[in-house]
């Protein structure tokens, strides 16, 4: 039997298969499909290849794909229901933060790993910290690839050194979970560092490989307000005029907090944007999906961080600085994780209120919380987000809404693209920079940090 006629039998029964997803929804290639393929006719998306590779010629039209792609659909009921059910453990739920135990604000207590953080080196630290410990044997996180150093790519690492090495936010998008194919056959216990929407990934794909569930031991996720694709890596290197064969390394959060995007080069030089101007470039290199994502706060994983702009926390001196963590402890094990950190003096961290957290994101949660639906209601093929009560949008706010998304359709348009290739770096330092003025939140703390 082909594939045509499978797909027609398949069909009558209701099944659906990867065309189904690549037609109508919003592929963030998160590799879930990737995992749970039994024939392996999904390949992943890599950086700069931001596409699955479907093999048609071999699909059975089993459904999986369907079932596990959090690019179609997020049902938050059910996974609230799975993870955090109601009366136990005393979860708190929030519409935006989702469930938690405790929430904390801290930094690692290594001071080397704190700076080499993105935020307060807290993940990294925590990772050490079960390594140690003995409760898990490596750590599924970001770093480059060997023999490629400006590639991000998705490794297990063992060992103390590496798992440091690989600290710090990567913004690219790539299939991160299909390494969960391999962790499947691995030997021991792993925690994973994953981006909200890979979280969600992840449990649709628990029920079908339940060894999964054994296997990985902690669920870290980072906030995440969105990501880029590898082209806009790729934009930075060519404004400065750099030959990939000089790159010996690429950090996208280097030197003083809150860091920016270096380049090392062989000769000894180096070349670095801010962290303030790069970001902007995400209403350009923004992949699809972002638009229609609601998960900010990395809802289900074990434990969620992010960055921390509370301004009493920094000085106007930029050199004085040094990051903090933003802390959500959502599960029993997250939480005795940060509070054995702790006690064992680890992290240095305090316990804060919801809305303490929620301070250092007012635009991000306008944006990301209530935003979405008014671009869901803008685009047919926008992923369903189930389960989730929309938020009073007040009126006066969805111009705000409205243009923002006209600018992410026009900034990631090809002519768009093209214009902004005709400009120096420090020209669009300055665009980026009056943008920034016209569509600054008067509240936003990060802009205030950063003044
Ligand atoms: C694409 C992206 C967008 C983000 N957006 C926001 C935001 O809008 N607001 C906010 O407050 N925080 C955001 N974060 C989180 C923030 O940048 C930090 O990762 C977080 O605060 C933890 O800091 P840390 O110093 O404790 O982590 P570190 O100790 O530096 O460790 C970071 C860990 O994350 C892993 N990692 C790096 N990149 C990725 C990736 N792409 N996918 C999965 N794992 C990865 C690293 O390998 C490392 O293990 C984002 C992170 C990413 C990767
Ligand atoms: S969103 Fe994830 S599961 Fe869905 S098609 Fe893309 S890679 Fe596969
Ligand atoms: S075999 Fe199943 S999981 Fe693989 S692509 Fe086809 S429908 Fe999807
Ligand atoms: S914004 Fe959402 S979809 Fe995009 S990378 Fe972040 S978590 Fe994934």
């Known amino acids: 039997m082909n594939y045509k006629e499978r797909y027609s039998l398949n069909k009558k029964r209701g099944f659906k298969d990867f065309s189904d997803i690549k037609a109508k929804y919003s592929c963030h290639y998160c590799g879930a499909c990737v995992v749970v393929c039994p024939t392996q006719c999904l390949l992943p998306a890599t950086p700069g290849h931001e596409k699955i590779i479907w093999h048609k010629e071999r699909?059975?039209?089993?459904?999986?794909?369907?079932?596990?792609?959090?690019?179609?659909?997020?049902?938050?009921?059910?996974?609230?229901?799975?993870?955090?059910?109601?009366?136990?453990?005393?979860y708190q739920h929030d519409s935006e933060m989702g469930s938690f135990l405790t929430n904390y604000?801290?930094?690692?207590?290594?001071?080397?790993?704190?700076?080499?953080?993105?935020?307060?080196?807290?993940?990294?630290?925590l990772l050490l910290y079960l390594l140690e410990k003995g409760e898990i044997d490596g750590a599924i996180v970001v770093g480059f690839k060997k023999e490629v150093p400006w590639l991000p790519e998705t490794k297990l690492?063992?060992?103390?050194?590496?798992?440091?090495?690989?600290?710090?936010?990567?913004?690219?998008?790539?299939?991160?979970?299909?390494?969960?194919?391999?962790?499947?056959?691995?030997?021991?216990?792993?925690?994973?560092?994953?981006?909200?929407?890979?979280?969600?990934?992840?449990?649709k794909m628990e029920p079908y490989r339940p060894r999964l569930k054994e296997k990985i031991a902690y669920i870290f996720g980072v906030f995440c307000g969105y990501n880029m694709v590898y082209e806009a890596t790729e934009f930075v290197r060519k404004k400065f005029g750099i030959q990939k064969e000089d790159i010996?390394?690429?950090?996208?959060?280097?030197?003083?907090?809150?860091?920016?995007?270096?380049?090392?080069?062989?000769?000894?030089?180096?070349?670095?944007?801010?962290?303030?101007?790069?970001?902007y470039l995400n209403a350009v290199f923004l992949p699809h999906r972002c638009r229609y994502c609601g998960d900010f706060f990395a809802q289900y994983a074990d434990l969620s961080f992010g960055d921390c702009?509370?301004?009493?926390?920094?000085?106007?001196?930029?050199?004085e600085n040094t990051g903090w963590s933003s802390i959500i402890a959502r599960t029993p094990k997250g939480d005795s994780?940060?509070?054995?950190?702790?006690?064992?003096?680890?992290?240095?961290?305090?316990?804060?209120?919801?809305?303490?957290?929620?301070?250092?994101?007012?635009?991000m949660l306008k944006y990301k919380k209530r935003g979405v639906f008014v671009r869901m209601t803008l685009h047919p093929y926008s992923p369903r987000l189930v389960g989730i009560r929309k938020p009073?949008?007040?009126?006066?706010?969805?111009?705000?809404?409205?243009?923002?998304?006209?600018?992410?359709?026009?900034?990631?348009?090809?002519?768009?693209?093209?214009v902004i290739s005709l400009f120096s770096l420090s020209r669009l330092r300055w665009a980026i920079t009056l943008f920034k003025g016209i569509m600054k939140h008067p509240r936003d703390a990060r802009n205030k940090v950063l003044k």
Request: one cysteine or more; a positive charge; glycine letters at 8%.
């Open 59 to 90: 699909c059975l039209c089993c459904n999986l794909c369907f079932k596990v792609c959090p690019g179609r659909e997020v049902d938050y009921h059910q996974l609230n229901k799975r993870m955090f059910p109601p009366g136990k453990n005393g």
């Open 105 to 125: 604000i801290g930094y690692s207590k290594w001071e080397d790993i704190r700076r080499r953080g993105s935020s307060g080196g807290v993940i990294t630290t």
């Open 157 to 203: 690492y063992k060992s103390r050194q590496e798992i440091i090495a690989a600290s710090q936010s990567k913004y690219a998008i790539f299939s991160h979970l299909a390494i969960l194919r391999q962790i499947q056959r691995e030997q021991g216990r792993f925690a994973l560092v994953a981006l909200p929407c890979q979280i969600n990934g992840l449990k």
């Open 248 to 279: 010996k390394e690429l950090r996208y959060r280097n030197g003083l907090w809150p860091g920016g995007m270096t380049f090392y080069l062989k000769d000894g030089g180096k070349k670095s944007i801010d962290d303030f101007h790069y970001h």
């Open 309 to 319: 702009w509370l301004p009493e926390l920094y000085t106007d001196k930029p050199e």
């Open 337 to 363: 994780l940060i509070l054995r950190a702790i006690e064992g003096k680890w992290i240095v961290a305090r316990e804060v209120s919801k809305e303490k957290v929620k301070e250092s994101f007012p635009s």
């Open 392 to 418: 009073k949008i007040p009126l006066a706010e969805y111009p705000y809404h409205v243009l923002y998304y006209m600018v992410l359709l026009i900034g990631g348009s090809k002519i768009f693209k093209w």
